[in-house]
């Protein structure tokens, strides 16, 4: 067995300053008489808390708890903490030790500064967590603590708010990186700092590539931890077999028996002792393992073929040949969840398997089925990749990072990068789905196939256009699907390419706004006004439609017409008459009385009566007189 033992593994720069500031403390306060409090416990570490307490190190959780207790120290724990809280303890008359670890202090200036620029505040991170706390402590506007995805995506701030974005110094940066992504989508005014302790990253970065390369991971560190934990949670997305401990007390050694390779790594709270006590044993097991191995028959890995003995709901006895009965449980039978395997496996098959472990500590032999079927399934996933053949399988597991298939056992990982040909927010639709990929890369041996969907999408799609444009010609009358629509226009799929309806060839009339005309999945008929090279330019002019064709009949000098105020001028109001056909009546045309300008006696929107005095059909231009209909009525007047 080979352990590889993380280079960031154990105490952080800033939990180790911490921790020996409080030990120091103990020493020198001793000697004066004078107690040493800690705001907390000092890390998230039992053991080194407990160790602290027994050399005089109190644990207080707030400042009322000072009160009635002897003046002494106080250290603030690297995590930091609020404003509030140093203004509590000075008051009460005790000196404070800081030990604010300098990341978080950077955070707390941040976001103070970040507030009298009228930024509000949001913190990624565990609102639970008492650096996370901290923080709130130090924002003079509002703050919210995002954690998630959905809570990213319900987020909702005001439209004028401006917003600045940190992190907890322990958050994973690739969660950080998509719910920042998420959040940016919605188009406020964000600045965004990434507050990451670089210590912490690299800690992240190093346990994910040791935990792609082993056969089992451990990650040592306290069950309060959050950066253990987010250690944990990198380290099991890359190796299944992965171990939170927090002590060698609570690690079964027997379960590495059938391993070569072993990763361990710890979380910045995890004292170095405990570290070397879990590399040692391991170390150890791997001398005696290799010499108990020398004496078998068999060997762990071997292929064996055995007779079924005994059936089981949740394991399978085989009689292999050997002194001992190979024993085949449930979960090294399928990846089903509480299969019955009375209903798969009859006494008498004759079945072959692959030897996990010679000794299982009851004398039998561990073998496993699926993980024989896996390797055969890796063949046949060899053979895809060398063919570059398409293969269809069933999605089982909808992940953060993408989608994982099942091809004859073998697991094929589909980043959410390659599942689709645009950005899919939310891939649990492909969950129980059938889809079709090729694999890209294949290396079994650091667990990566990959998988991708979206080159035979953009493939499919290259295919339809091509089609597509063959199809097409300047002036065809084409079927669509409203696919977006914008300010300026709207996108129209027509089945292998979009194509722009502008807002200007929407209608023969004015359109204000394209969103009151049409909505996204909408139907529409359009033409085919212009194509240069991938460009398609649509309209919805058709010409059988052009108000013109009859404008010269309509309005003839002369002819009385009604229309509605559509805009004004200093010189005039534009009348439409009908969509796509304007008039202009001039401010003299208005009144035979003096009027300034035509919104002292017109609004857009109001119906007006007037009479055609000039009609240009070759330059569209219609000129009409209300002044005109006046001077007859008052003629006859002035006769009379």
Known sequence: ??????????????????????????????????????????????????DL?????????????????PKGTVVIRSHGVARAVYEAIEARGFQIADATCPFVKR???????????????IIIGNPEHPEVQGIQGWCLTPSVVIQDIDEAEQFSPKDSEKLCIISQTTFNYNKFKELVEILSEKGYDINCVNSICNATAVRQEEAREIASHVEAMIVIGDKSSSNTQKLYEISKKACENTYYIQTLVDLDLTAFE???YVGITAGASTPNNIIEEVHTAMSEMSFEQLLEASLKTIRNGEVVEGTVIDVKED???????????????????????????????????????KVLKVNDGEGQVLLTYKRLLAERGNKRLEEAYNNKEVLTAKVVNVLDGGLSVVVEEARVFIPASLVSDTYEKNLGKYDGQEISFVITEFNP????IIGDRKQLLLAEKAQKQKELFERINIGDVVEG?????????????????????????????????????????DDITVLIKDIQGEKIALSLKFADQNPWLTAAEKYAVGNIVEGKVARMTDFGAFIELEPGVDALLHVSQISREHVEK???????????????????????KISLSIKAMEMPAREETAEE
């Open 1 to 50: 067995m080979e352990v590889m033992l993380a280079k960031s593994a154990g105490f952080c720069p800033g939990v180790k300053r911490a921790v020996d500031m409080v030990y120091t403390l103990t020493t020198e306060q001793h000697r004066k008489g004078e107690p040493v409090y800690t705001y907390g416990p000092i890390i998230h570490n039992d053991e080194v808390v407990r």
């Open 53 to 69: 307490e027994s050399k005089g190190a109190k644990v207080i959780h707030s400042p009322e708890e000072l009160d009635g207790l």
């Open 107 to 121: 955070i707390h200036k941040i976001v103070e500064e970040q507030g009298k620029e009228g930024r509000n505040i």
């Open 258 to 260: 059938s391993m070569r």
């Open 315 to 353: 394991e399978i006895i085989l009689n292999i040949g050997y002194k001992a009965d190979g024993i085949i449980t449930r979960n090294e039978y399928s990846n089903t969840a509480n299969l019955d395997l009375t209903t798969v496996v009859n006494v008498g098959d004759t079945m072959q398997a």
């Open 445 to 448: 041996r650091k667990r990566r």
């Open 481 to 521: 699907k409203v696919k977006n629509v914008t300010d300026f226009g709207a996108f129209i799929d027509l089945g292998g390419a979009d194509g722009l309806l502008h807002i200007s060839e929407m209608s023969w009339g004015r359109v204000e706004n394209p969103k009151k005309l049409l909505k996204v999945g």
């Open 598 to 620: 035509p919104a002292d006696v017109l609004q857009v929107g109001q119906i007006i009566t007037a009479k055609v005095v000039d009609f240009n059909e070759e330059e569209r």
